[in-house]
């Protein structure tokens, strides 16, 4: 029944109104630049204050930030990098055109996390990376993760792209492991107007290779040119602001051309609206989930997610598990569809896709993520855009498809 749910799967995760409307006309009538201007400095100022990094970088995406921090790994042959299954394509994606190999690591059963226990049975000499995702806004256990890489100087990257909002042990992810990748799509806890991304960390040099690399030019090796070569210094070009230091320079080795990832002033300045909004339409995700939380638990073989204390859910998604008899789940999603609730399934684990398939894996790889998705995962809208009367609704229906497809169960058994 797609296109007429009553309470349709996020179109838009966050909610825009006045402030940036306001930001849009002030950068608008300002006259000042439409691109690498004063909101773009601010929108990133704010972000590394509220993260907590030395850095925080603007991209156009979430996709191009993961990138960009698979590039920073500067991976060769016979490099490892482990990766969670349970995540959106964009995580992985850019290992796909590198040498180094992927050992996907199962997950834990309530978080969907990556499982540390997984990932130790998977480190060796030649891991160089670990790539988790914060699913669905619930911090991975990063002390034991990091217990596990500090000593061998395994690189973490955290894809953050629902984490924004949350917390773990009082600190914000993006500054747990040692880079932070953030989306802004329209669907995330803040938007910037649909599309960017943000990467967060605190190394100086990696700041400017990134600062480089969004900004048209190559990651390479400069050296200044000889004396005897091409000189285009600022003495012959003196009217090209551009000329120096480039054309004073040869560059060797390119480590990789750059590109034009430059968040607009527009972007930004929405960004800089929504960052004051975090708070807020994190607390409304919040509170549907614990409405949501409540019918679930009132029900048999149901199970929701309860994250540890010290963990504050950022509920990017919110998340729940029908763990019964073959077909339950399936029950429920039919009921909740019928309701016009529309329901999804994030994400097929990645080792089941057909790029990874074709580079040698496969099902058995990762059991608990297989079981979670092909038997008892779901995923209900919870975006603070739900009005209360469809809340309202969503709470109805969930109640009624749980109670029916478990009357269905005792149905059958006395057939
Ligand atoms: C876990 C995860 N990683 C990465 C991305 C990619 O972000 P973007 O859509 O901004 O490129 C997404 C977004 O959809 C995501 O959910």
Same mark, same amino acid.
């Given at each position: 029944m797609r296109g007429t749910y009553a309470v349709p799967y996020a179109s838009r995760g966050s909610i825009l109104g006045g402030a940036e409307t306001r930001a849009l006309e002030q950068l608008i009538a300002s006259g000042g630049p439409l691109s690498t201007g004063s909101f773009r400095d601010r929108f990133e100022q704010r972000f590394r204050e509220h993260i907590g990094t030395?850095?925080?970088?603007?991209?156009?995406?979430?996709?191009?930030?993961?990138?960009?921090?698979?590039?920073?790994?500067?991976?060769?042959?016979?490099?490892?990098?482990?990766?969670?299954?349970?995540?959106f394509q964009a995580t992985a994606q850019p290992l796909l055109g590198l040498p180094a190999t992927v050992r996907f690591c199962d997950i834990d059963p309530d978080s969907l996390n990556m499982d540390p226990v997984s990932l130790k049975s998977l480190i060796n000499d030649r891991t160089r990376a670990v790539l988790l995702v914060h699913y669905g806004g619930w911090s991975a256990e990063m002390d034991e993760i990091l217990a596990l890489t500090r000593e061998r100087g395994i690189v973490v990257v955290e894809d953050c792209a629902h984490a924004l909002g949350g917390r773990y042990g009082g600190r914000?992810?993006?500054?747990?492991?040692?880079?932070?990748?953030?989306?802004?799509?329209?669907?995330?806890?803040?938007?910037?107007?649909?599309?960017g991304g943000m990467i967060t960390f605190d190394r100086d040099d990696w700041a400017e290779r990134v600062d480089r690399l969004r900004s048209n030019e190559v990651d390479g090796d400069f050296l200044p040119a000889s004396p005897d070569g091409l000189r285009l210094g600022r003495e012959l070009l003196p009217w090209m602001k551009y000329a120096s230091p480039a054309y004073e320079k040869v560059c060797s080795d390119i480590r990789r051309p750059g590109t034009n990832a430059t968040l607009s002033e527009a972007a930004a300045a929405v960004g800089l609206a929504q960052l004051d909004r975090l708070d807020v339409l994190v607390a409304r995700r919040r509170w549907i989930a614990g409405?949501?939380?409540?019918?679930?638990?009132?029900?048999?073989?149901?199970?929701?997610?309860?994250?540890? /204390? &010290?963990?504050?859910? !950022? +509920?990017?998604? *919110?998340?729940?598990?029908v763990d019964g008899p073959p077909g339950l789940r399936e029950s429920v999603i039919r009921g909740l569809d019928e309701r016009g609730v529309e329901v999804q399934l994030r994400y097929l684990p990645l080792h089941l896709l057909p790029e990874w398939r074709e580079r040698g894996h496969g099902l058995g790889q990762?059991?608990?993520?297989?079981?979670?998705?092909?038997?008892?995962?779901?995923?209900?809208?919870?975006? /603070? &855009?739900?009005?209360? !009367? +469809?809340?309202? *609704?969503?709470?109805?229906?969930?109640?009624?498809?749980?109670?029916?497809a478990v009357k269905g169960l005792s149905c059958l058994s006395s057939m």
């Amino acid at each position: 029944m797609r296109g007429t749910y009553a309470v349709p799967y996020a179109s838009r995760g966050s909610i825009l109104g006045g402030a940036e409307t306001r930001a849009l006309e002030q950068l608008i009538a300002s006259g000042g630049p439409l691109s690498t201007g004063s909101f773009r400095d601010r929108f990133e100022q704010r972000f590394r204050e509220h993260i907590g990094t030395r850095h925080a970088l603007s991209v156009t995406s979430g996709t191009v930030a993961l990138e960009l921090a698979i590039h920073l790994l500067d991976l060769r042959e016979g490099d490892e990098v482990v990766v969670t299954p349970q995540t959106f394509q964009a995580t992985a994606q850019p290992l796909l055109g590198l040498p180094a190999t992927v050992r996907f690591c199962d997950i834990d059963p309530d978080s969907l996390n990556m499982d540390p226990v997984s990932l130790k049975s998977l480190i060796n000499d030649r891991t160089r990376a670990v790539l988790l995702v914060h699913y669905g806004g619930w911090s991975a256990e990063m002390d034991e993760i990091l217990a596990l890489t500090r000593e061998r100087g395994i690189v973490v990257v955290e894809d953050c792209a629902h984490a924004l909002g949350g917390r773990y042990g009082g600190r914000r992810p993006g500054a747990l492991g040692d880079i932070g990748c953030f989306s802004f799509h329209a669907s995330k806890n803040i938007t910037t107007l649909g599309e960017g991304g943000m990467i967060t960390f605190d190394r100086d040099d990696w700041a400017e290779r990134v600062d480089r690399l969004r900004s048209n030019e190559v990651d390479g090796d400069f050296l200044p040119a000889s004396p005897d070569g091409l000189r285009l210094g600022r003495e012959l070009l003196p009217w090209m602001k551009y000329a120096s230091p480039a054309y004073e320079k040869v560059c060797s080795d390119i480590r990789r051309p750059g590109t034009n990832a430059t968040l607009s002033e527009a972007a930004a300045a929405v960004g800089l609206a929504q960052l004051d909004r975090l708070d807020v339409l994190v607390a409304r995700r919040r509170w549907i989930a614990g409405r949501l939380n409540e019918v679930i638990e009132r029900h048999p073989y149901t199970r929701t997610q309860r994250p540890r /204390p &010290g963990v504050e859910h !950022a +509920q990017h998604l *919110h998340t729940f598990f029908v763990d019964g008899p073959p077909g339950l789940r399936e029950s429920v999603i039919r009921g909740l569809d019928e309701r016009g609730v529309e329901v999804q399934l994030r994400y097929l684990p990645l080792h089941l896709l057909p790029e990874w398939r074709e580079r040698g894996h496969g099902l058995g790889q990762c059991p608990v993520a297989e079981d979670l998705w092909f038997g008892q995962h779901i995923n209900l809208p919870c975006q /603070p &855009g739900l009005s209360d !009367a +469809q809340v309202d *609704h969503l709470v109805t229906a969930l109640d009624a498809a749980l109670r029916t497809a478990v009357k269905g169960l005792s149905c059958l058994s006395s057939m």
